[in-house]
């Protein structure tokens, strides 16, 4: 599958921006979709996660970003897309998405996009 992330920009502390994640090539409704991001001389780190299920989408977010970020997906459109709002200069990052199981860990995932980033000024 190819990812095709989108949305990064400069923007001040406290705004908000919105990425977007487009799929092609696989199935997207059969992979977990997920945001990583990786600050400039740090290891690479998970975002946020969503899983269609039976019983609707299943998300998951990082401590750091819990209240502020919403992750979800439309799949008629093979779009994950990652809300992030009242932003903060510690999220400066490149951020990725990538599919696959729905782990925190990023060796658990071999698909992945180019990366999109993202600069929040104090």
């Known amino acids: 599958v190819q990812l095709q992330a989108s949305g990064g920009g400069l923007v001040q502390a406290g705004d908000s921006l919105r990425l977007s994640c487009v799929a092609s090539?696989?199935?997207?409704?059969?992979?977990?979709m997920t945001w990583f991001r990786q600050a400039p001389g740090k290891e690479r780190e998970f975002v946020s996660t969503t899983t269609n299920s039976w019983r609707g989408e299943i998300t998951s977010y990082a401590d750091f970003v819990k209240g502020r970020f919403i992750i979800s997906r439309d799949n008629a459109k093979d779009t994950v897309y990652l809300q992030m709002n009242s932003l903060k200069p510690e999220d400066t990052a490149v951020y990725y998405c990538?599919?696959?199981?729905?782990?925190?860990?990023?060796?658990?995932?071999?698909?992945w996009g180019q990366g999109t980033q993202v600069t929040v000024s104090s």
């Open positions: 090539g696989r199935t997207f409704t059969s992979y977990s």
């Open positions: 990538a599919a696959g199981s729905g782990s925190r860990r990023v060796d658990d995932y071999a698909y």
